[in-house]
C-alpha cells in the first residue's frame, strides 16, 4: 500500500499547481510493519512512505512554498521517500520553483529504501527545479542495514531520477 502524508496535502493526482503555501509544524509519521496475518510472525513489508513538509505526493507545479516544521519519518516499512517541502514527484510533468525548507528531516528505523533530501526526497520530473533552498539538517538514524538497502540522501534533492537542471540552488 501506499501512504501519502504532507504538512498541507498528502496528495495530488490532479492537474494544476500549488502555490504560496507555508507549514510551520511538525509532521511525524510512525507506520511500522505489520503482521500479514493475526498471530503470524511474516510482515508485509511491501508498504511505501511519502511524507512531505508542504506536500507528499504532487502530479503538479509546486511553487513558492515553504516548510519550516521538521518531517520525521519513524518507518520500518518497505520505501521512505522524505523531503522537507516534497516527499516524491514520479511523474515527468511538474516545475518545482521557489522551494525553501528551514527544517530538520529525518528518517529511522529499518526501510529498505531511502531517499531523503532537504527539499525534494526524490524526483523523476524533468521540469524545471530552480532556486531550491535548505539549511535544516537531513539525518538518517537507527537505520538497521536491511539485506541491499538503498540510501539516498542530499540537502536539497535526495535522488534525481531524470535529466535535470538546478537553476540557483
Known amino acids: 500500500g501506499t501512504k501519502a502524508t504532507g504538512g498541507i496535502v498528502g496528495r495530488i493526482t490532479g492537474t494544476g499547481a500549488l502555490v504560496g503555501c507555508v507549514n510551520t509544524g511538525t509532521i511525524t509519521d510512525n507506520s511500522l510493519r505489520t503482521p500479514a496475518d493475526a498471530g503470524s510472525a511474516v510482515y508485509d513489508y511491501n508498504r511505501n512512505l511519502y511524507i512531505g513538509g508542504v506536500v507528499g505526493l504532487p502530479a503538479c507545479d509546486v511553487t513558492n512554498c515553504s516548510n519550516s516544521g521538521a518531517v520525521i519519518a519513524n518507518s520500518d516499512i518497505k520505501s521512505v521517500w522524505a523531503g522537507g517541502v516534497v516527499a516524491f514527484t514520479n511523474t515527468d510533468i511538474g516545475n518545482f520553483t521557489n522551494l525553501t525548507n528551514t527544517g530538520e528531516v529525518t528518517s529511522s528505523e529499518a526501510a529498505r529504501y531511502v531517499k531523503i533530501g532537504g527539499v525534494i526526497g526524490y ?21 538497521e542495514v536491511a539485506s541491499h538497502p538503498t540510501v539516498d540522501m542530499g540537502g536539497i534533492i535526495g535522488h534525481a531520477d531524470a535529466s535535470i537542471t538546478l537553476d540557483g540552488t
Do not use: F, R, Y
Open 123 to 143: 524526483t523523476k520530473s524533468t521540469g524545471v527545479h530552480a532556486n531550491l533552498q535548505n539549511s535544516g539538517a537531513v539525518t538518517i538514524t537507527n537505520m
